[in-house]
């Protein structure tokens, strides 16, 4: 079984019109489809925001559906200066940036007492989704690191450090919940983000102008995979 997690309605409407056999039920008070794409057995979820949303939805996935592959889509804003709006973000790893116990001598983003905090992703799913992103976007599609935390970053400072201290491609809600959910639970992941914003002053506005042809890009990207999975 597939798990499937998009952060955006127009996203999941997208895939749950090609859902075949499609059943909704809902469990933990979350709303799951379960049904067939391209022949493949998938349960597609809306994740809320966040990274305790992103980690609970992953959780019921794997526990309750028997996902035993996570692919989570949605947008970012982007990071690194190289990358544009548009432009496509497969995982390498995941780490949470707002991670912070450097007052009793841990490093930014290092979970205390935990062997890993930058989870890496799946490389055979990166592969398959890293195929998929130059279909759907030829010479747009990049493979990196991907920052998490509980703030939507809009500042150009902030976006410096963050590249700098952690070496991030872009900034996300989610992904390095969903990566640390399905390491504990030894379950594959991949996170594919479509660059909405640049993270700075502009960001609440282009995250709102570019979120509906992001989710189109992000759904032929997940369209693709399942083709090859
Ligand atoms: N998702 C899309 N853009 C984002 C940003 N700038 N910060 C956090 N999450 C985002």
């Keep these: 079984m597939i798990g499937i997690i998009g952060a955006m309605q127009?996203?999941?409407?997208?895939?749950?019109s090609g859902l075949?056999?499609?059943?909704?039920?809902?469990r933990s008070g979350i709303r799951f489809h379960t049904g067939t794409l391209h022949g493949k057995p998938v349960?597609?979820?809306?994740?809320?925001?966040?990274?305790v949303n992103a980690a609970v939805y992953t959780q019921v996935l794997i526990d309750r559906f028997n996902a035993?592959?996570?692919?989570?889509?949605g947008v970012a804003g982007a990071l690194d200066p190289e990358l544009n709006i548009?432009?496509?973000?497969?995982?390498t790893s995941c780490q949470q940036h707002d991670m912070d116990v450097t007052p009793l001598g841990f490093a930014r983003g290092?979970?205390?007492?935990?062997?890993?905090?930058?989870?890496?992703?799946?490389?055979?799913?990166?592969?398959?989704?890293?195929e998929a992103g130059e279909k759907a976007a030829p010479g747009r599609c990049k493979k990196g690191k991907i920052l998490s935390g509980d703030q939507f970053i809009a500042?150009?400072?902030k976006v410096r450090e963050l590249h700098e201290t952690f070496g991030g491609a872009c900034t996300e809600m989610e992904g390095a919940a969903v990566a640390q959910a399905c390491a504990m639970n030894e379950v594959p992941y991949v996170v594919i983000r479509s660059m909405s914003d640049k993270a700075d002053g502009s960001a609440s506005v282009n995250?709102?102008?570019?979120?509906?042809?992001?989710?189109?890009?992000?759904?032929?990207?997940?369209n693709e995979m399942l083709r090859k999975l």
């Design 10 to 16: 127009e996203e999941v409407d997208l895939l749950l």
């Design 20 to 26: 075949c056999d499609a059943v909704e039920m809902n």
């Design 43 to 51: 349960v597609i979820c809306k994740c809320g925001v966040g990274k």
């Design 68 to 73: 035993n592959k996570v692919i989570f889509t």
């Design 86 to 91: 548009g432009d496509i973000v497969i995982s």
């Design 110 to 130: 290092v979970i205390p007492f935990q062997e890993v905090s930058d989870w890496p992703a799946d490389p055979e799913l990166v592969a398959i989704a890293v």
């Design 155 to 157: 500042d150009r400072d």
């Design 207 to 222: 995250f709102a102008e570019f979120t509906v042809e992001a989710s189109n890009r992000s759904y032929a990207i997940v």
